[in-house]
């Protein structure tokens, strides 16, 4: 079971963490990733991690400005993001796919969380 926090109101050009939590003894063999939804739009890949954490992707949209990472012995994934703009404004989920590296399209993820709303003011 995978948990997403920290979405909130924060203004153009600041910084926002969000946090992932998952239950169960396997959170270390899965690969992680980070999704989002705006309103009308389909379901878009973020960002992913590597089980281990060493290997990490990002879409184009948010390269340079987000940062993924995990901690295996907290059964946490966490996305930060900074100059934040008003597009990136969505629901923010988490997924978990039980291989090696992450994935871009959201059908190669096996677990997901309800997501968190991060809304990013002009």
């Known amino acids: 079971q995978l948990q997403a926090s920290g979405g909130g109101l924060v203004q153009a050009g600041g910084s926002l963490s969000l946090s992932c939590a998952a239950s169960?003894?396997?959170?270390?063999?899965?690969?992680m990733g980070w999704f989002r939804q705006a309103p009308g739009k389909e379901r878009v890949f973020i960002a992913a991690?590597?089980?281990?954490?060493?290997?990490?992707n990002y879409a184009d949209s948010v390269k340079g400005r987000f940062t993924i990472s995990r901690d295996n012995a907290k059964n946490t994934v966490s996305l930060r993001m900074s100059i934040l703009k008003p597009e990136d404004t969505a629901v923010y989920y988490c997924?978990?796919?039980?291989?090696?590296?992450?994935?871009?399209?959201?059908?190669?993820?096996?677990?997901w969380g309800k997501g968190t709303l991060v809304t990013v003011s002009s």
């Open positions: 169960g003894r396997t959170f270390s063999n899965h690969a």
């Open positions: 997924a978990a796919r039980f291989t090696v590296t992450g994935a871009t399209p959201a059908t190669e993820y096996d677990y």
């Open positions: 991690i590597s089980r281990g954490g060493l290997r990490t």
